[in-house]
């Protein structure tokens, strides 16, 4: 959870270097997180980008997970996709794909995450509009798609894959694309 929101404007090699950094210092759990001073939090994410933002929303989002789930996934997982969803987007800096992170991969809730991945590789393809919102891509993604935590873990995994192999915001590579197969059957 704490990696869906160190991610945010950046890239997962820099979270793993902030995680890293708070697994070697016996950190990563909701009470330590708790009473770490912010300073000191801070300087262990550094490499995640915008710390100072970063390492207040970890806090907040801390703070919530203590008080409403006594610090426990498990309770947290007892809870409907729905109400949780509602329950994340009021904490201060977590958004929809923040969110949706956090209920797809650390509490198996069947949620399509919407990224900068998915935007690209679909609008490209004119599956989607650039400028539809987060709600409108999720719907159309979920409305397609058996709703299953494995299938939207996979299927967010192969356009993460595409989109840095093909799918580049600079120099990308459409003439070897492999949906340009799926276009072509039609």
Not at 40 to 45: A, G, M, P, S, V
Not at 100 to 111: C, F, G, Q, R, T
Not at 145 to 167: G, P, S, T
Request: proline share 3%.
């Amino acid at each position: 959870m704490v990696g869906a929101i160190l991610t945010q404007n950046t890239n997962w090699r820099n979270v793993e270097s902030a995680i890293n950094n708070l697994k070697e210092e016996s950190l990563l759990t909701p009470a330590r997180l708790k009473n770490i001073s912010i300073k000191r939090l801070q300087k262990l994410i550094k490499p995640a980008g915008f710390f100072n933002i970063k390492a207040e929303r970890v806090k907040s989002f801390v703070r919530y997970f203590l008080k409403e789930y006594k610090g426990s996934i498990e309770n947290m997982k007892k809870k409907e996709a729905f109400s949780l969803r509602e329950e994340l987007l009021e904490i201060k800096g977590i958004g929809p794909e923040t969110c949706d992170s956090i209920l797809l991969y650390a509490l198996d809730k069947p949620v399509f995450v919407v990224d900068a991945y998915t935007r690209r590789v679909f609008s490209r393809h004119k599956i989607i509009n650039e400028k539809d919102s987060y709600n409108e891509i999720q719907s159309f993604f979920e409305k397609n798609l058996k709703r299953d935590v494995k299938l939207f873990n996979e299927y967010h995994a192969l356009i993460v894959k595409l989109a840095k192999d093909k799918c580049r915001r600079k120099n990308p590579d459409c003439e070897t694309c492999p949906l340009l197969k799926m276009k072509d059957k039609g």
